[in-house]
T-cell receptor, first 112, second 112 residues
Framework: AQSVTQPDIHITVSEGASLELRCNYS??????LFWYVQSPGQGLQLLLK??????LVQGIKGFEAEFKRSQSSFNLRKPSVHWSDAAEYFC??????????FGAGTTVTVRA | DVKVTQSSRYLVKRTGEKVFLECVQD?????MFWYRQDPGLGLRLIYF???????EKGDIPEGYSVSREKKERFSLILESASTNQTSMYLC???????????FGPGTRLLVL
């Protein structure tokens, strides 16, 4: 069965500092990997996705993620955080069926 | 842009009531999903549908049923609401397997 672990429940970062959110997955074959963001009271918005090819993926809002098969990881990064990046972030894994499995989420707080 | 709408943003119901949550998507997607989101647990799949009148159980189907009579509409039904079904409910849709899921804004349900 597929699964996702997001080791950090909550991260606080200063505005302008870099951000890295960790994601480890378990899947028997080549996975499809996603990062979503959820602002308070809202649904989930796709930040980026990895299906195949280049292991460094660029997304919206200046985010990027790197797929590392050897480490079963898909960590999300942003070089310089803005106050509007305060949100909850979810990593998800899927495969050759219809379903995604989501991590428990990481809440990001941005301090001025 | 893909648009997924949910009939209510907030609902308050009494224990034992029958509750209907409606979801509509406008992109002719084959797949539709219902999740519930609880703090610390991420998103958990309740049911999904890959075609009209087709449905499959997800990870936590107990206490729920679904209906998909038209391709664009997917309904979640709580036959007899209970307090432990107080949660945020998210609907999503996607094209065929492995593709990105697009989410609605969510319905926050409180069962008293």
């Amino acid at each position: 069965a597929q699964s996702v672990t997001q080791p950090d429940i909550h991260i606080t970062v200063s505005e302008g500092a870099s951000l890295e959110l960790r994601c480890n997955y378990s899947y028997g074959a080549t996975p499809y990997l996603f990062w979503y963001v959820q602002s308070p009271g809202q649904g989930l918005q796709l930040l980026l996705k990895y299906f195949s090819g280049d292991t460094l993926v660029q997304g919206i809002k200046g985010f990027e993620a790197e797929f590392k098969r050897s480490q079963s990881s898909f960590n999300l990064r942003k070089p310089s955080v803005h106050w509007s990046d305060a949100a909850e972030y979810f990593c998800a894994v899927g495969g050759d069926d219809y379903k995604l499995s989501f991590g428990a989420g990481t809440t990001v707080t941005v301090r001025a | 842009d893909v648009k997924v709408t949910q009939s209510s943003r907030y609902l308050v119901k009494r224990t034992g009531e029958k509750v209907f949550l409606e979801c509509v998507q406008d992109m002719d997607h084959e797949n539709m999903f219902w999740y519930r989101q609880d703090p610390g647990l991420g998103l958990r799949l309740i049911y999904f549908s890959y075609d009209v009148k087709m449905k499959e159980k997800g990870d936590i189907p107990e206490g729920y049923s679904v209906s998909r009579e038209k391709k664009e509409r997917f309904s979640l039904i709580l036959e007899s609401a209970s307090t432990n079904q107080t949660s945020m409910y998210l609907c999503a849709s996607s094209p065929p397997m492995g593709e990105t899921q697009y989410f609605g804004p969510g319905t926050r349900l409180l069962v008293l």
